[in-house]
Nanobody
Framework: QLVESGGGLVQAGGPLRLSCAAS????????MAWFRQAAGKEREFVAC????????SYADSVKGRSTISRDKAENTVSLRMNILTPEDTAVYSC?????????????????WGRGTQVTVSS
């Protein structure tokens, strides 16, 4: 089970920190990712972190202003984003796949959280 937290209303230009808590020791070795889906748009890859040494990968739209990290002891994955714009408004979901390798395709993830709404006001 994956449970996201940290969404809400954020001012444009401000920071955002999302957290995903995983239940189950197996998730400590899984690749974990964040996806987002804006109203009327397709689900979009945001960032991923591998399950072994934790190499991160980012979408071009957030690269340079985002950091994904994981705490294996706490079994959590966090996403920090800076310089938010209204285009970052979306439902952000945490996902996991039963392998150590990241994927940018949401079809490759078998575990999903319910998502958390992030709204960026201008």
């Amino acid at each position: 089970q994956l449970v996201e937290s940290g969404g809400g209303l954020v001012q444009a230009g401000g920071p955002l920190r999302l957290s995903c808590a995983a239940s189950g020791r197996a998730f400590r070795s899984y690749a974990m990712a964040w996806f987002r889906q804006a109203a009327g748009k397709e689900r979009e890859f945001v960032a991923c972190i591998g399950g072994s040494i934790g190499v991160p990968s980012y979408a071009d739209s957030v690269k340079g202003r985002s950091t994904i990290s994981r705490d294996k002891a706490e079994n959590t994955v966090s996403l920090r984003m800076n310089i938010l714009t209204p285009e970052d408004t979306a439902v952000y979901s945490c996902a996991a796949r039963a392998t150590v390798v990241c994927s940018r395709s949401h079809y490759d993830y078998g575990f999903w959280g319910r998502g958390t709404q992030v709204t960026v006001s201008s």
